[in-house]
């Protein structure tokens, strides 16, 4: 499709059929996903591949859908699983005009490789294509990440879609507010009097402490109980190659 396509992979310590069923099942997805707030299966006939239609919560007031057409192979001899899919949408404000993607799960020790590689059109010509490069994106790679680290803690650690989320943004919110706070802290000397005769040692030594408090607060990792995009690799190990399943479906539009 002319552009670079996104590649996640996550090494999720569950049962396949767990993993499997956690993916695959529309009610179990849309809850993990951030991608999604939606997501339906449509009626088919016996022998098709799956259709569905998905939906995702732009803002408050604003949802984009889209429908596409899926197929998983679930034997196969290597052992491993795949799920093939199709998308598109003829919302003229969606910025993802079509696009294709697979899954695939691969066992690993006690564990399952859950990998993901896809890629899609832009609409909105030369300015859509910009705003994909420099936004769109690296925020689709950002939030693939996030909800794959996000289903990797229900699986492995028992912590729900919803709490994880809570945590997220709880640990957002404290890390914002301990930044606000050193911000402060390097414009006002109004703390210093506090230490009494160790002020005038402190007047060099609170710059230093602010910037160490600062730092440690951007780069300090994610709780346990709290997804993260950087927990996922984000590049092939080797070069991948989309499955054959993929180039069987037909476009959904």
Known sequence: MGHTGLYIEARIRADLDDLWSRTQEPSQHQRWDLRFTEIDHLPR?????????YATRV??????????????EKERPDGTRTSALRFSSAHPLS?????????????????????????????WGALGALADRLLFRPLMGWATAWSFDRLRLWLERGVTPERARRNWLTELLVRALLLAATATGLVTESVLPAFGPL???????????????????????????TPAARRCLRRPPARARA??????????R
């Open 199 to 225: 002020a005038a040692a402190m007047a060099f030594l609170w710059p230093l402490l602010l910037a160490v408090v600062c730092c440690l607060t951007l780069v300090a990792p994610p709780l346990p109980g």
């Open 45 to 53: 006939a016996e022998g098709e591949p799956q259709r569905f239609r």
């Open 95 to 123: 910025l993802l005009a079509e696009g294709g993607g697979y899954w695939r799960y691969v066992p690993d020790g006690d564990g399952v490789r859950f990998l993901t590689g896809y890629d899609y059109r832009p609409r």
């Open 59 to 72: 803002l408050p007031f604003l949802t984009v859908a889209g429908t596409g057409v899926s197929a998983g």
């Open 243 to 252: 499955p054959r399943l993929l180039r069987t479906l037909e476009d959904p």
